[in-house]
Structures are given as C-alpha cells and as structure tokens.
C-alpha cells in the first residue's frame, strides 16, 4: 500500500459500536431520526431498484438477501430467521450489511445489523402506525416478547405516543424479561396470561412471534373496530400470525407488494387481492385510515430500503462519533492491474520479517 492511499479501508461497524451509537445518541433518539430517514427515502420510493429478496429456504429457516440501489448508493443485508435458534442460544435473527458507491462500486461502509435490523423494525413499525393508527393511540398489545419487543415498545412510544402495553409470550419468562427491561422507561405494564388479555382495550396490536407454521396468533373475534394491527412475525412463505378473517375485514398496507404477497399474511389472499403501498401513504398520493372504525394493518415483513436507509443513517453518524473501524477490506495495489504484483510485493516483505 502506497502512503497516499486509503482505497483498500472500509469503515467497519461492530456489534460493540453500534451499542455504543445507540447508546449515545440515546434509543428513542436514534428511532426518532431512523424513522425520519426511512419516511425520507419512501418518498422517494419511485428512485430505488426493488426486488423481492432473495430467499434461502430450509426445513429450519431461512437466509436472505435484500438488495436496492437509488442511483448513487447501493445497499444490501444479509439475514437469517431460524425460529428454532433461540432454544439453541442463538438469536433468531441476526444480519450484516454494506453500503457501496454505485459510481466505483467500492463499499463505503460495513456494519453489524443484527440490533439495527430490530431498531429499523421498530423505526418502520412505528412510521406505519404514525400514519394508520387511530390519533392519540396510546395502550398496544405486544403479542410475542422476544428479541425484537423492546425496540417496538421504544419506537411506539417515541413515535406514536404509546404509553400503555400490554404484554403476552406463550413463555412467561419472555414477558417477564421484556417488562423488567422497560421498567422506568415511561411505560405503564400489565403481564397478561393470554393474547385474548392481552388485546383488551388495545388501540394497536403488534404481533412478533416466531414459528415456522401457518399460526393464529390473532382470531377474528379478538380485534375490535378502530384497531391498527402490526403484524410483525408473518414474514415468510408458510409463517403467518394472522387468521385469514381479519384480513378480510381490514384495510391492508404493505411494504413492497411483490415481496408480502410471498411472505407476508396476504399469503392467504388471492394474488390479485386489493392492499395499498405504505410508501404512497407516506408520500401523500393514498389516504392512510379512512375513519375511525376501520381496521388498517401494517403487513410488515422487512424490506431492502428500510435497510439501506438504516444504513444510511449509521454512516452519516460515523464521522462525529468515531465509532467505528478501518477494515482492511480491499485489495488496493499501486498500480490497478498489478494485482499479483501486490502478492509477490507481500512475499518479499514476509521473507525479511
Ligand atoms: N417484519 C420484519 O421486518 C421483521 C424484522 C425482524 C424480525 N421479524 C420477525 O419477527 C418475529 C420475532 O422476532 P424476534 O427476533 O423477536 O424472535 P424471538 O425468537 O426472539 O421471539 C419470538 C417470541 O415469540 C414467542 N412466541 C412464539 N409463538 C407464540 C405464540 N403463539 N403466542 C405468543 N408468543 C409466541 C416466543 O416464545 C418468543 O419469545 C420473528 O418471526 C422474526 O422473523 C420480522
């Protein structure tokens, strides 16, 4: 490597540092200013390159690749979702991601994101209901209470206002870990023993569970008019939370229709079955909630933008906080094409070493 050159670093973005960038900026600071960034390339949805991510499937889960472009940057995340894991000590999900120059296809950033996929989720989840929940929304049940339930109580009540949950896990322990981590948060809890409780009063549902099945984790007669669901779980072919019912009765908003007719709930939906683009919502081409009895669902199963966003945000934080480091990513010979040249240079160099 010459002395003028820096080609070959690629800011890195550790575990370590993103808690630490979260911690600093302080959460509900960070969802705030993500859910901005997210609201700001949605408006901009019609310059991105969109595809339905790429997905692994195995009897045990699934790895995917969601990929996007505006032009300049291009983006991707790599992820997993193995509902199994957690019995095994291991997070269901977990993800990395880069972030390149489309003009020199370098990349100019790599990061951890497994918790920037929690907060981007949180952050998109609470952007949904922002513009679909009924105003002044405040109780919300959260059905399921595993990795990504505290990011959703946080960004809720960053966003929406929500002050009020309502808590159930098939595992107690779940609900119990989760309402010790957001106590002194500003919420009032209540642990309840079965969903049915848990949706009581609700003005919004999340549901993030994780089985690999066709589940029902919601029954018809369970959600009341004026509901905004946040159907979180149901995010592969074959894994959905929701009973067809409800969908019938709701007014259904999705992400990116080619992607959630896939893996979303409207899985159990005709292929041709009306749900309006979050995005157009967002922009204000289409009305949100049209009143204040209509169900409206948010059928969230993560999309390529939402993370290309995020990772937007990480790399515009790099610069004041520091926190991150030069990987050594690329080859960067003096000169281009001598790239064997740079090997035998190594070579003499580890000779006299
Ligand atoms: N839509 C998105 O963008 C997005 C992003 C990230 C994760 N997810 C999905 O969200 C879900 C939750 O993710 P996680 O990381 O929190 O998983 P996790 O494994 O940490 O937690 C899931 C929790 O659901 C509970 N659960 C399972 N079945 C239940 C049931 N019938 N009723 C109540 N609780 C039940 C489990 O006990 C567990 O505590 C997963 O399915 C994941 O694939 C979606």
């Not at 969601?66 to 199994?84: A, R």
């Not at 209901?129 to 009540?157: C, V, Y």
């Not at 049915?196 to 589940?215: F, L, N, P, S």
């Amino acid at each position: 490597m010459t002395a003028h050159s820096n080609l070959n670093i690629v800011p890195f973005v550790s575990v370590d540092h993103m808690m630490r960038l979260v911690l600093k900026v302080g959460i509900e600071t960070f969802l705030t200013e993500l859910a901005l960034v997210i609201e700001e390339d949605f408006r901009r949805w019609e310059q991105f390159d969109k595809t339905p991510r790429v997905a692994s499937h195995s009897k045990e889960g699934v790895i995917e690749l969601m990929p996007t472009s505006d032009g300049t940057l291009y983006g991707f995340k790599y992820v997993n979702g193995h509902p199994k894991n957690m019995k095994e000590g291991r997070q269901t999900v977990t993800a990395f991601g880069v972030l390149s120059d489309v003009g020199n296809g370098y990349p100019t950033l790599l990061s951890e994101m497994t918790f920037l996929t929690a907060l981007r989720t949180a952050a998109m989840s609470a952007v949904a209901a922002k513009h679909l929940a009924r105003p002044n929304s405040k109780t919300m049940a959260i059905i399921g209470n595993g990795a990504q339930s505290e990011f959703q109580a946080l960004a809720f009540k960053a966003i929406v206002g929500v002050t009020e949950l309502r808590l159930y896990d098939i595992d107690p322990s779940a609900t119990e870990r989760c309402a010790g981590n957001l106590a002194g948060k500003g919420f009032t809890i209540k642990a309840c023993s079965s969903s049915q409780e848990a949706v009581e009063g609700a003005d919004i549902i999340t549901t993030a569970t994780a089985d690999k099945q066709y589940a029902t984790i919601l029954s018809d007669n369970m959600v009341g008019p004026g509901v905004h669901i946040n159907a979180v779980g149901g995010d592969c072919p074959g894994k959905t939370e929701l009973h067809r019912d409800i969908l019938l009765r709701s007014d259904i908003f999705v992400e990116y229709p080619p992607q959630t007719r896939i893996e979303g709930e409207i899985q159990q939906l005709a292929s041709d079955y009306p749900v309006k683009e979050l995005w157009e919502v967002i922009a204000g081409k289409c009305e949100g909630r049209q009143s204040e009895r209509v169900i409206t669902l948010f059928d969230s199963v993560g999309f390529a933008i939402e993370d290309f966003s995020a990772l937007r945000y990480v790399r515009s934080k790099l610069e004041e906080t520091g926190l991150y480091v030069e990987l050594d990513l690329l080859a960067d010979p003096d000169e281009p094409r001598d790239l064997y040249g740079m090997l035998l240079r190594c070579e003499a160099h580890l000779r006299v070493v």
